[in-house]
Structure formats: C-alpha cells, structure tokens
C-alpha cells in the first residue's frame, strides 16, 4: 500500500436527497457484499486506502475529484449500515462539522453495546483524538481539520478518514489511517496514495526526519518552565523585529522605511512568527512542564497542546540548538493508479484491475437492478 494524502478541490453547496438515497442503497449492499467477502477487518483495511476508497465513492455515484466524495460517501456508508452493524462486524463514528466532535462518544457508545473492555474503548477514543490532533498539530500544512470519521471493526481493526480544508487555495486534502500500519502515531502514521498538490513550505513534525526536533521538544518541558521560557524569550526577540519594519503608501506605492532581514537562520523566517507574550501559550507551556510528559506522543497528547505550542517548541530547536525539522509536505506527486505518460510512476496494471474488478463484482453481487447496475460499473471504469 502506497503513503500519503489525498487533495482534492473544495465542494460548496449540498448532495440532492435523490443522489444520497441512491448511495445509501448501492453503499448499503457493496457494504453487505464486500464484508461477505473479505471480511469486517478488510474492509476497515480497504476504507484506509484512498484510492480504495475513492473508487468506492465513484460506483456509489458522486464527483469523483471533489472533496464532497469523502463527507458524502462517509454519512452514505454510516446510514447504510445504520441497525445492521452487529451483523456486519463494522462500526462508524464521527463525520463532519459538530458530527466530528460527536466521535469519542459514540465509539463508547458502541464499545457499551459490544460490552466492550474499558481499556478496548479508552484505546479507540485515544486513537480518534491523536490521528486528529497529529494532522491539525503535527502536520502543519495549511489545512484545518473539518471532518473526522473512526471505522472500527468487532476485532478491534480501526481506520481514521478525516479531511482537512484551506480556504485560501480553495481544497482540500483526506488523510488515511490504518492501526495495523503504524507502529508510531507521531512518526510516519499515514497510509494510502496521493494526488498532486503540495504546499512547501510544510512544518512536518511527523515526518521521520523530524526525529531530533521531537526528542529535543520533550527535552525542553523536561528541563522546566523557568529554562524553557528562557528560550521562548530568545524566539520573541528575533520574531519581534516584524513588528520594527515600518511600511507607508504613497502614491499607490509600497515604501519600506526598514527591512529587517533574517539571515542567521537559513530554514526557518523566524521574523514571520509572532511569539509575542501570550497568556495561553505560557499556560500551556507550563502545564506541559509539570506533567513531564516521558515521550512525544505523551507531550502532544496533553489537553490544550496545539499546533502553536509545538511549533514554539520546534523553533526553539531549531533556532537555538540548530535541529532542523522537516518542512517537506508530506503529500506526494500521485495518481490513483499512476500516469500514462510514466509521472510520477509507471501504471500499476494489478492494482488498477484488482481495484475495478473487486468494486465491479460487489456491483454485479448487489441486490440492484441490471440498469443501476451497468451504471455504477461504467463510472467506475471511466473515472478510474
């Protein structure tokens, strides 16, 4: 299974009740079908692959390269499922909006259902809140996390398909979980393949190369509040020379009274960060260095911690102890089964068929009619 995160352009407007109630239907026996199949944990295991689940979206009807495919396609398969998901072996949480916040309640919700061990439900709640506060936090690339949705399976299989919107370049980009795939949450968690959209730079504190800034940031909360506020003092000081530069216009023009150039740091403009005193940021910051927290993940996971506070601990890595993070976007150049013209790889023949003929079977498995049928296994060929 290939890494990485999807984009996508960013959707307005509402799915018509006519096109839902369709996907509701189909979703409802490719669901059937697919768990038949393969097999709840599978099918979790698919969800976690973005082109997998792409292609599910398009045989179920909607855009097939707009973000709606992710929110849309996630309240079809939830209400497809609805009363059926104890026969099914599979469970779905969250979604979008006041939806997302609503995910760690119904994971216990279910967990009491299931009569589920405490410490099974603890676990899958602490799983939704990291992978959310991982790609709000961690992963710094411009997108705010908007919708957050938690499959589960009865073994305890769990996927995260959670999306996250940038208003200024008008996208957005789906991030893939998968819990047999990560053996760190804060190191290289996603699974799944990309399409081409990167952003650089990228503040990637989850990237592998960010190893140093993150033994560094737990470093920094060990040592104090006094030794680390220490540190932040140097920051605000470079930073404070954004506040020095005096700009006027005169005559339609821009005349720049002073520049301040940053040219002791090469990897990071720290002038552009605003590190001026902030209550909340030194509340959090102290709240962090009394708990002491004996790794990173620990340290990320404290209430309060954002995406603030670690890029504060980031740069004064960075700045003063010289460890560079990783400013690579995480999301790589990729298309769903690679590209006719060899960009950026070779079209993988098996998965490309694999992918239309495990969809296209389901289809033709379906309690649909012929016509509904021929339908959804031509989008799925013309769009894959």
């Known amino acids: 299974m290939q890494r990485g995160i999807a984009t996508f352009t960013l959707d307005y407007g509402t799915c018509p009740r006519w096109l839902y109630a369709k996907m509701v239907k189909l979703g409802r026996e490719m669901v059937r079908v ?32 707009a973000s709606g495919l992710t929110t849309i396609l996630t309240a079809a398969l939830k209400e497809a499922i609805r009363s059926r998901e104890t026969d099914l072996g ?31 439900a603890d676990n899958l709640v602490y799983n939704s809140r990291m992978s959310a506060k991982v790609d709000n936090s961690l992963v710094q690339d411009g997108y705010q996390i908007y919708h957050h949705s938690f499959f589960f399976s009865k073994n ?21 979980w ?35 800034t993150r033994e560094l940031s737990v470093e920094f909360v060990s040592s104090g509040y006094r030794s680390l506020m220490k540190d932040i003092e140097i920051l605000r000081k470079h930073s404070s020379g954004l506040s020095r530069m005096v700009s006027v216009k005169h005559k339609g023009q821009q005349l720049t009274f002073l520049q301040l150039e940053d040219t002791e740091f090469k990897t990071h403009p720290v002038v552009c960060e605003d590190f001026s005193r902030s209550r ?16 990173y993940e620990q340290l990320l996971s404290v209430k309060g911690v954002g995406p603030k506070t670690i890029r504060a601990l980031a740069l004064v890595a960075e700045v003063i102890y010289g460890a560079e993070p990783s400013y690579e976007d995480p999301a790589r150049y990729s ?9 950026p790889y070779a079209i993988d023949r098996e998965t490309y068929d694999n992918t239309i003929s495990t969809m296209s079977e389901a289809v033709r498995r379906s309690h649909i009619s012929p016509y509904e049928k021929d339908r959804a296994i031509g989008r799925l060929i013309t769009r894959s």
């Open 90 to 120: 599979i469970f779905i949480c969250g979604g979008k909006g006041k939806t997302s916040r609503k995910t760690p309640q119904e994971i216990k919700n279910w967990a009491d259902k299931l009569s589920l061990p405490d410490e099974c």
């Open 280 to 295: 909340y940021l030194e509340k959090i910051l102290s709240k962090v260095c009394d708990i002491q927290p004996e790794n």
């Open 335 to 343: 298309f769903a089964h690679g590209g006719k013209d060899v960009t």
């Open 156 to 176: 305890g299989s769990w996927a995260v398909v959670q999306q996250g919107m940038n208003q200024i370049n008008v996208s957005a980009r789906r991030y893939h």
């Open 34 to 65: 697919l768990v038949s199949e393969f097999g709840p944990d599978e099918f979790v295991r698919r969800v976690a692959d973005p082109v997998w689940f792409q292609s599910l979206g398009t045989v179920l009807a909607f855009d097939w390269n």
């Open 178 to 212: 998968f819990s047999e795939n990560i053996e760190d949450l804060v190191c290289e968690p996603h699974t799944g393949i990309v399409t081409a959209a990167k952003r650089q730079p990228s503040l990637n504190l989850a990237a592998r190369d960010s190893e140093n």
